[in-house]
């Protein structure tokens, strides 16, 4: 499986991105995915999740409210919608997939990552 993410920046304080991630190589609709994101000196965490189906989603604490983890079947594509970002918000952020019908938040249970696209929140 090949996954490319795109769609980072930078962006102000309280703008909004919506990041990308296309894959290949699978059938889209057997991978669970995941965003995780790093800062920078700091560990690479989770972000959100979605199922195989794109029923069940799950997200850290630290962006419920803010960011929607979708995916179209169709387009062998899942997204991350981040709204009123903020200046920690600004990591690299990876697209991953697993096999399997469920989600993780354990970066160790993905399989495949993508090459990771650059977030810059200014304020």
């Known amino acids: 499986v090949q996954l490319q993410a795109s769609g980072g920046g930078l962006v102000q304080a309280g703008g909004s991105l919506r990041l990308s991630c296309a894959a290949s190589?699978?059938?889209?609709?057997?991978?669970?995915m995941g965003w995780f994101r790093q800062a920078p000196g700091k560990e690479r965490e989770f972000v959100a999740a979605?199922?195989?189906?794109?029923?069940?989603?799950y997200y850290a604490d630290s962006v419920k409210g803010r960011f929607t983890i979708s995916r179209d079947n169709a387009k062998n594509t899942v997204y991350l919608q981040m709204n009123s970002l903020k200046p920690e918000h600004t990591a690299v952020y990876y697209c991953?997939?697993?096999?399997?019908?469920?989600?993780?938040?354990?970066?160790?249970?993905?399989?495949?990552w993508g090459q990771g696209t650059l977030v810059t929140v200014s304020s």
């Open positions: 979605i199922s195989w189906s794109g029923i069940s989603t």
């Open positions: 991953a997939a697993r096999s399997g019908r469920y989600y993780s938040t354990q970066s160790y249970e993905y399989d495949y």
């Open positions: 190589g699978r059938t889209f609709s057997s991978l669970s």
